[in-house]
């Protein structure tokens, strides 16, 4: 990490040194306007003497102010990343010290943590609904009695069935 920083400023350092007074002043206009708030239009009036062809020449043809752009406008994402790897050592430090905390859920949680980081974590638990058949071998006394079972109950309601249309034309009758 901290060699990859030297390297961009040695960089950095490299390519400022490429680039002519007036490529300079450029770079440093575009990186100041956040890359892309200012046109290449708007910036050539800040700067005499300079043609908006010779802004987009250099910004799009030129390699080392292309290269010098990319490296003196740090974004920042970018820059949230680099502050957040610095601080990668103490993280990991505070889940560490959580697997000593006397609450067990606390160390529970601390010790998962650390392994979903290596990249062992359990495998997520899938609550599954629904109907399970299972089927019954069953001997022919069985079936014949449950299939009298139906019919009987099949004949009681339809019994009531036909005593209440009974009630109701008796009721139409009347």
Do not use: C
Request: proline fraction near 2%.
């Amino acid at each position: 990490m901290a060699t990859s920083l030297v390297a961009k400023g040695e960089l950095r350092r490299l390519l400022l040194e490429e680039l002519n007074p007036r490529q300079l002043q450029y770079v440093f206009l575009r990186a100041s306007y956040d890359n892309l708030s200012k046109t290449e239009t708007e910036i050539a009036e800040l700067m005499p003497d300079t043609t908006v062809n010779t802004l987009y020449r250099w910004r799009f043809k030129d390699h080392a102010v292309e290269r010098a752009l990319k490296l003196i406008f740090i974004r920042p994402l970018e820059t949230a990343i680099i502050q957040l790897e610095r601080q990668s050592v103490k993280a990991s430090k505070v889940i560490i010290d959580l697997m000593d905390s006397v609450d067990e859920r606390i160390r529970l949680k601390a010790a998962q943590d650390v392994l979903d980081r290596l990249g062992l974590k359990g495998p997520d638990l899938i609550e599954l609904r629904g109907e399970i058949q299972t089927i019954v071998e069953v001997d022919d006394a069985f079936l014949i009695s449950r299939a009298q079972q139906v019919l009987e109950k099949r004949k009681l309601d339809a019994k009531t069935f036909d005593a209440r249309a009974t009630d109701v034309t008796e009721g139409d009758q009347g």
